[in-house]
Every structure is written in C-alpha cells, then in structure tokens.
C-alpha cells in the first residue's frame, strides 16, 4: 500500500515568509509525529499527534512552529516568519500504534532552505 | 529527558568485514531500542529492535545487543556489503511516544 507522503518535496522560501508543510500519513494509523534532520545531524523530535490530539508540543522550537492534524489523517506544520535556522529536512513518520514502541514508518521529507 | 550518544559518528569497513555502533542513553525507564537506516537521500527504516526483557536479538547479519546496567546498546553487521552503506541511528523510548534518536553514524563499506 501507499507509504507516508510528505509535501512538497523541496521549498526554498525568503526570510521572513511562511511556510506549510504538509504530511499524508499511512491510512489507519493513528499515531503522527515530526521531526527535523539538520545537515548531519540525528533527528529531532518536534511533536507527536495521537488521532488530532498532540499531547506533547514541548518539541517546537519556538512559537513560529505550529502543527495540525484533522481528520485523524493529514497534518500540516506550519513556520513563521522563517529564519535561516529553520533550514532542515523536516520528516513526518506515522505509526499504527499508540507509542514509540510501534515500528515508525517515515515520508520522504521536506527539505526547507530559508535564503 | 532521554540523551542518546551515539559512537562513531564515521566507520569505514572493509567488505566482508564487521561493523559495531555504539550507543548509550541516559534514562534507566528506556526500554526500547530501535535502530533506523537511511541510505542516502532517502528516508529512513527501521532495520532492527530490541526491547529491555531482551539482552541480544538477531536478524541474518544484523544483531543488536543490550546491556540494561551499563546502559548502553550496539548494532553488530557481519560479512558487510556495499549495500549496507548508509547513516544509522541508534534511538531509545520509555512507554511514552517520544523517540530520542542518536547523531548518527555514516558506515562505508569498501570494496
């Protein structure tokens, strides 16, 4: 079946502007989460969604980032006024289960350049 | 938190030889290990995990073994091939959602 899909693939955006990033994630899993993979870094967890909930926001790096999900499906995550800090590949994973302890299936990322 | 160290951050190998990573992780209620590949440009996968009731699992050439008291866990490839060249990460979970993944470790197999 599909995998993750994550869109788009490539942004590059002026300082200062807003971005969306949007995540499909595998049909019936409920379980969402982002992260961010800097340039030769591990990835950094951001936040996870359990259905549209996300009980855990601590992750955003700061209140420019903000995410959704509706629908217990698609998710968008949304910088503003983006810096050039904010460049990363921002990878979106969904898992079937309720917890880390289910395998995590991860989309192909976003890369976002900030000039 | 959950600090995940993961060591080396490069490793080249010869072909056919082995390759160990190493990780270590700060928070004694850590009881799921995970190990995730990702080949360049790509995303990454799940290769292999371990849970804390487990002290060593295998999987054809991959094992991954645990050491609850020292807190530390490593990744063991036997007979690499070129195919097994990728970054790995290493990750720790307690029961909540959240996975603390290592910085990573760039394996290249030689031929």
């Known amino acids: 079946g599909a995998g993750v899909s994550q869109s788009p693939s490539n942004k590059v955006t002026e300082k200062g502007k807003d971005v969306e990033l949007r995540c499909d994630p595998i049909?019936?899993?409920?379980?969402l989460y982002w992260y961010r993979q800097s340039l030769g870094q591990g990835l950094e967890f951001l936040i996870y969604?359990?259905?549209?909930?996300?009980?855990?926001k601590s992750g955003l790096p700061s209140d420019r980032f903000s995410a959704e999900r509706t629908g217990g499906s698609v998710s968008t995550l949304t910088i503003q006024r983006t810096q050039q800090e904010d460049s990363a590949v921002y990878l979106c994973a969904s898992s079937r289960s309720n917890g880390a302890q289910g395998e995590q299936y991860f989309g192909p990322g976003t890369r976002l350049t900030v000039t | 938190g959950e600090n995940v160290e993961q060591h080396p951050s490069t490793l080249s190998v010869q072909e056919g030889d082995s390759a160990v990573i190493k990780c270590t992780y700060s928070?004694?209620?850590?009881?799921?290990f995970p190990w995730y590949k990702q080949e360049l440009g790509k995303r990454p996968q799940l290769i292999i995990d371990?849970?804390?009731?487990?002290g060593e699992k295998k999987d054809q050439r991959i094992a991954v073994t645990l050491n609850k008291t020292a807190k530390h866990f490593s990744l063991h490839i036997t007979e690499t091939q070129p195919e097994d060249s990728a970054v790995y990460f290493c990750a720790a979970s307690n029961d909540d959602y959240k996975l603390s993944f290592g910085a990573g470790t760039t394996v290249t197999v030689r031929a």
């Open positions: 371990i849970r804390s009731n487990v």
């Open positions: 969604f359990q259905g549209n909930s996300a009980p855990d």
């Open positions: 928070d004694s209620a850590s009881n799921y």
């Open positions: 049909s019936g899993h409920t379980a």
